[in-house]
């Protein structure tokens, strides 16, 4: 497997956590954020190294509500 594959497993498995992570709405919900941001990361890896352009715009403006989303939780000053 290579880290193009890593990459890509890893940012689904983490989007798919962020997404449970928020619905629980719970205390730890606020850390789906980072998940997503962690996602963000590794989806963009992959969109690099498979040249998916479009999915690397889409994880870019992704990463952007991701970033919006850890400060209003309070996870960033």
């Known amino acids: 497997m290579n880290w193009i594959h890593v990459c890509e497993w890893l940012g689904a498995f983490l989007g798919l956590l962020g997404a449970y992570m928020l619905a629980t709405h719970s205390r730890c919900s606020k850390w789906g954020w980072v998940a997503?941001?962690?996602?963000?990361?590794?989806?963009?890896?992959?969109?690099s190294g498979?040249?998916?352009?479009?999915?690397?715009?889409?994880?870019?403006g992704?990463?952007?509500?991701?970033?919006?989303?850890?400060?209003?939780?309070?996870?960033?000053?």
């Open 50 to 60: 498979a040249g998916a352009y479009g999915l690397l715009l889409m994880q870019l």
């Open 36 to 47: 997503f941001l962690a996602s963000n990361v590794a989806m963009i890896g992959f969109a």
């Open 62 to 77: 992704f990463m952007g509500s991701s970033g919006l989303g850890c400060y209003r939780a309070g996870l960033w000053p």
